[in-house]
């Protein structure tokens, strides 16, 4: 089993920036890839940013060069780092996990861009 826990939650003004980050348990996290997904109201979850276990990424084209994700296996920690944040971002993400395991997800947190 695998947890994962979200944090950073915030609003924060178009062109601003926020740092998102998940907490994951379990000594197996080296091993999976990582992701960021979110969901805005009334439309699907979509990807946002994934990360393998080598620190290969990619990005969903909305947020190429704004958005950038990151992971410190040491501290067994995702980060997505969201700069020039537009109102569609805004959205609740959740953090992702794909191991031998299976697939987990976090419970997710809000962020919000408005003026």
């Known amino acids: 089993q695998v947890q994962l826990v979200e944090s950073g939650e915030g609003l924060v003004q178009p062109g601003g920036s926020l740092t998102l980050s998940c907490a994951a348990s379990g000594s197996i996290f080296y091993s999976s890839v990582m992701a960021w997904y979110r969901q805005a109201p009334g439309k699907q979850r979509e990807l946002v940013a994934r990360i393998s276990s080598t620190g290969s990424t990619t990005y969903a084209e909305s947020v190429k060069g704004r958005f950038t994700i990151s992971r410190d296996n040491a501290k067994i920690t995702v980060y997505l780092q969201m700069n020039s944040l537009k109102p569609e971002d805004t959205a609740v993400y959740y953090c992702?996990?794909?191991?031998?395991?299976?697939?987990?997800w976090g419970k997710g947190t809000r962020v919000t861009v408005s003026s």
């Open positions: 992702y996990a794909d191991n031998f395991m299976g697939r987990f």
